[in-house]
């Protein structure tokens, strides 16, 4: 879609009305794609991560003490 075209909105939004399939199919996926942004999945990614970066610089220290 084009920003700014309501036009456009209006006839997707149509569509949408008319279209159960398609307002079912996108339902689903919206549902879908929250789920990977929901708080405990990026909670998750967020320990991993700076799990990770403390474990990098661990090591970069210990190999500096030992130099």
Same mark, same amino acid.
Request: aromatic fraction near 6%; charged fraction near 35%; glycine fraction near 2%.
């Given at each position: =879609? @084009?920003?700014?075209?309501?036009? %456009? +909105?209006? *006839? @997707? +939004? @149509? %569509? +949408?009305?008319?279209? #159960?399939?398609?307002?079912? &199919?996108l /339902?689903?996926? /919206?549902?879908?794609?929250? *789920?990977?942004f929901n708080?405990?999945?990026?909670?998750?990614? +967020?320990? @991993? #991560? =700076?799990?990770?970066? %403390?474990?990098?610089?661990?090591? &970069?220290?210990?190999?500096? &003490?030992?130099?």
């Amino acid at each position: =879609m @084009k920003p700014n075209d309501v036009n %456009m +909105l209006a *006839d @997707k +939004l @149509k %569509m +949408l009305i008319q279209d #159960e399939h398609t307002r079912k &199919k996108l /339902g689903e996926n /919206g549902i879908k794609t929250s *789920d990977r942004f929901n708080y405990p999945s990026q909670t998750k990614i +967020l320990e @991993k #991560e =700076m799990k990770e970066a %403390m474990d990098e610089n661990a090591v &970069k220290n210990w190999r500096f &003490k030992i130099l």
